[in-house]
């Protein structure tokens, strides 16, 4: 219970699963003036193929990621194929579950949106949580207002919204603007395509999407004004 209360204390992170790309954000906590804000990452890499992000405590998740990394390279060199999304998810969550239930050890505060590609080239989403579960998932959130989130994409995630990369990017941090207020400066996201490896948005090409969605509810606003001055008339 009380490592689901750190979860639920973490930044807000979201992953869409696309046609052929998948999408991870998260929230990006203000960072002090000096600080170097590279080293406060809530998105990381396990392989070549597979993206993780995280809410909840960073310690924890750092321990986490570095065995789930160490188990991807030794998978590769002992069947010499790379790991399937499914395998390093269950590897994850039965991790997890392992500290649930010794002496003397806390389990781990964090939930994990593990994404990426199958050899097979379909993309693939997967969320654990702190109690060693796993299920697999078109779209989620976890952290704060994680419910705000994903009832956000359960209205709003359909085949036709995700056909694109750029629908699919979109999706993803208007949802995030469901819960995050200033802007594209505080967001991280990343992408994944099907035959190239991770890349970064820059916070300049996430303005733009930003001021795009911002547009759209401006719009959306207006017509709805419209609409109930015409039926109070």
Known sequence: EYAQEAVKKGSTAVGVRGNN???LGV??????KLQEDRTVRKICQLDDHVLMAFAGLTADARVLIKQARVECQS????????VTLEYITRYVASLKQRYTQSNGRR???ISCLITGFDNDKTPRLYQ??????????????????????????????????????EQTVKL?????LEVVQSGGKNLEVAIMREDSKLSMLEVSEIEKVVAVVEKEKEEEAATKKKESKSDSK
């Open 21 to 23: 790309v998948v999408v």
């Open 75 to 82: 998978h590769k060199l002992t069947v010499e194929d790379p």
């Open 27 to 32: 929230e990006k906590k203000a960072v002090a």
């Open 107 to 109: 389990p781990f505060g």
């Open 128 to 165: 654990t949580d702190p109690s060693g579960t796993y299920h697999e998932w078109k779209a989620n959130a976890i952290g704060r207002n994680a419910k705000t989130v994903r009832e956000f994409l359960e209205k709003n995630y359909t085949p036709e919204n995700v056909a694109t990369e």
């Open 172 to 176: 993803a941090i208007k949802a995030l």
